[in-house]
């Protein structure tokens, strides 16, 4: 039975940084697509980004590239989202992704003056 436990959301500063983590448990993420998607309040789940099985080729959402970076480690089978220059706009619930339609619980993302 998959696992997610999603951590490192809360509350940054317009400009600050956070970053995610996603561990799963009960299979292997080395044979799967990874990613991250968000949901702000009143809008549609969206892409953020996601990483091939073997780490070597990602896509981003336009409104986040250049700021965010997916990463992962297999080994801990977990996944990371870096998110840099944070803006207002990037609050929403983060959700982490595993390919076969698998989703974690989600984390607030606030990004608050």
């Known amino acids: 039975q998959l696992r997610f436990v999603e951590s490192g959301g809360g509350l940054a500063q317009p400009g600050g940084s956070l970053r995610l983590a996603c561990t799963v448990s009960g299979c292997n993420l080395n044979f799967y697509v990874i990613g991250w998607f968000r949901q702000a309040s009143g809008k549609e789940r969206g892409l953020v980004g996601s990483m091939n099985t073997r780490g070597g080729i990602t896509d981003y959402a336009d409104s986040v590239k250049g700021r965010f970076t997916i990463s992962r480690d297999n080994a801990k089978n977990t996944v990371y989202l870096q998110m840099n220059s944070l803006k207002s706009e990037d609050t929403a619930v983060y959700y982490c992704?595993?390919?076969?339609?698998?989703w974690g619980q989600g984390t607030q993302v606030t990004v608050s003056s």
């Open positions: 992704y595993r390919g076969g339609g698998f």
